[in-house]
């Protein structure tokens, strides 16, 4: 089983900096891929950024890409999300996920599966 704990959430102004950490625990052997999801009231869960763990290849939302970096730390078994000049659109529920390899394959601009393991998510807020 995988443990993943996100923190770093808040309320910032539009054009504000955050950054997002995950701590992953557990049996994480299985987990080629890490990224970030988030889900806004009434919307559905979207990925946002994802990772390779071994090769470190990365993928971005079109609506994110330029303002957002996902990174990861090995050594610490964090996995991190900076957040950039960002929008009131970018309010939402932020979540930390991993899963196989499938999870961070597009095909399509379609991802061909959903991570496996969550965390319980960070409110971020955006508003003036």
């Known amino acids: 089983q995988v443990q993943l704990a996100e923190s770093g959430g808040g309320s910032v102004q539009p054009g504000g900096s955050l950054r997002l950490s995950c701590v992953v625990s557990?049996?994480?052997?299985?987990?080629?891929?890490m990224g970030w999801f988030r889900q806004a009231p009434g919307k559905e869960r979207e990925g946002v950024a994802t990772?390779?763990?071994?090769?470190?290849?990365?993928y971005y939302d079109d609506s994110v890409k330029g303002r957002f970096t996902i990174s990861q730390d090995n050594a610490k078994n964090t996995l991190y999300l900076q957040m950039d000049s960002l929008k009131p659109e970018d309010t939402a529920m932020y979540y930390c996920?991993?899963?196989?390899?499938?999870?961070?394959?597009?095909?399509?601009?379609?991802?061909?599966?959903?991570?496996?393991?969550w965390g319980n998510g960070t409110l971020v807020t955006i508003s003036s």
């Open positions: 557990g049996d994480t052997a299985s987990s080629d891929c």
């Open positions: 996920a991993a899963g196989d390899k499938w999870a961070c394959t597009m095909v399509a601009g379609k991802r061909l599966a959903m991570p496996d393991h």
């Open positions: 990772i390779t763990t071994r090769g470190g290849t990365t």
